[in-house]
């Protein structure tokens, strides 16, 4: 069970994971043994999933961000599946949700330039088993964007 403290020092990893547990300790006031006992329970139980370092998008080139619509020929248990595995292979795609609605999955997918997606789309995402239908939304402008999950009460 997650508490009002853990709650704290999640919110304090999400806004930067290299602080130290001396640092978070003086921050919710706190030593840093219980610090470092909850953090590490915190990963044993799977709520800590990874640390990870964000990459600035801009300063790699402004790389291309696309929204893919994706609808599947048939919805069934087998066509999920197998599309779920061959899309866990494209590194190009950074998140693939299943959804409700009028299609099936929601892709967000980062490339160098619209050359290199027009190579992903044609060679690697409309190949993949089942799909019947891909609708690309370009991303204009990126208004918001975080990774930070709300642990508040």
């Known amino acids: 069970m997650v508490d ?5 020092i999640l ?5 930067d994971a ?11 006031n706190l030593s840093k043994t219980p610090v470092h006992e909850r953090i590490k329970r915190m990963e044993r139980d799977g709520i800590i999933e990874k640390h990870v370092t964000l990459l600035n998008k801009k300063k790699l080139g402004n790389l291309l961000v ?4 994706v609808t599947l020929a048939k919805q069934t248990r087998d066509s999920f599946f197998e599309f ?3 899309i866990a292979q494209l590194p190009e795609v950074m998140e693939c949700n299943r959804v ?31 799909i019947l239908h891909i609708s690309s939304f370009f991303v204009m402008a990126e208004v918001k964007n975080t990774t930070v999950i709300p642990v508040e009460e």
């Open 4 to 8: 009002r403290i853990d709650r704290q």
């Open 84 to 86: 779920d595995r061959a």
């Open 18 to 28: 290299q602080l130290t547990i001396q640092e978070i300790g003086k921050r919710i």
């Open 66 to 69: 696309v929204f893919c619509q």
């Open 100 to 130: 409700s609605g009028t299609f099936d999955y929601l892709l967000k997918v980062v490339v160098r330039d619209m050359e290199n997606y027009n190579a992903f789309y044609q060679e690697r995402l409309s190949v993949l088993p089942g």
């Open 11 to 15: 919110a304090l990893l999400q806004e």
